[in-house]
C-alpha cells in the first residue's frame, strides 16, 4: 500500500516524457530504489534533477518518518524494449527481437527503421521493410556493439 501510494506521487513529480519503471524498497539498507526511462536519453543531470524534486516534495519522509535513502537511476543497457518509446529512441539501432507465431517463438536480429502508430517498422537482411505491431513481440532487447 505505501509502494502503490510513493508510485503516484512520485510519478506525478516527473517531468513530462520521463517514466516510472520501477521503485524497490530494501529494509537492510534502509534505501529507495527508483528507475526511470525516458523518450529521450536519461543523464545525470536529469536523474539529481529528479532526485531532489522528490527529496523537496517531502513523500519520502511522509511513508518513512525514521528515514530512507533514496537511489535515482535509469534502466540498464541490457534492459528488454517493452515500450513505444523506447522503440523510439532506438532508431536507427539493432536489436533482437523474439516473436510467438501460431504457438511457435522464432528469433532475429533486425534494425529499427521508425515507429508508427503502434508498430515498429523494421529492416532485416533479405527482407524488405516490415512493419510489425509492438504488441506482437514477446521480446526485444538493443543489440550492443563495441568498436
Not at 3 to 21: A, C, E, N, Q, R
Amino acid at each position: 500500500m505505501v509502494m502503490d501510494i510513493l508510485k503516484k506521487d512520485i510519478k506525478s513529480l516527473l517531468p513530462s516524457g520521463v517514466f516510472l519503471i520501477d521503485l524497490k524498497e530494501d529494509p537492510r539498507s534502509r534505501t529507495l530504489n527508483c528507475v526511470i526511462d525516458a523518450e529521450s536519453p536519461v543523464d545525470l543531470n536529469l536523474t539529481t534533477s529528479i532526485s531532489k524534486e522528490i527529496h523537496k516534495s517531502g513523500i519520502i519522509e511522509k511513508s518513512y518518518p525514521t528515514g530512507m535513502s533514496l537511489s535515482v537511476s535509469s534502466v540498464g543497457i541490457d534492459a528488454p524494449i517493452k515500450e513505444k518509446y523506447q522503440y523510439k529512441k532506438n532508431i536507427n539501432k539493432s536489436i533482437s527481437i523474439r516473436m510467438i507465431k501460431n504457438g511457435r517463438s522464432y528469433s532475429f536480429k533486425a534494425l529499427i527503421v521508425d515507429v508508427k502508430d503502434d508498430c515498429v517498422e523494421i529492416k532485416r537482411k533479405g527482407f524488405d521493410n516490415e512493419l510489425i505491431p509492438i504488441e506482437s513481440i514477446d521480446h526485444a532487447k538493443l543489440i550492443i556493439k563495441f568498436s
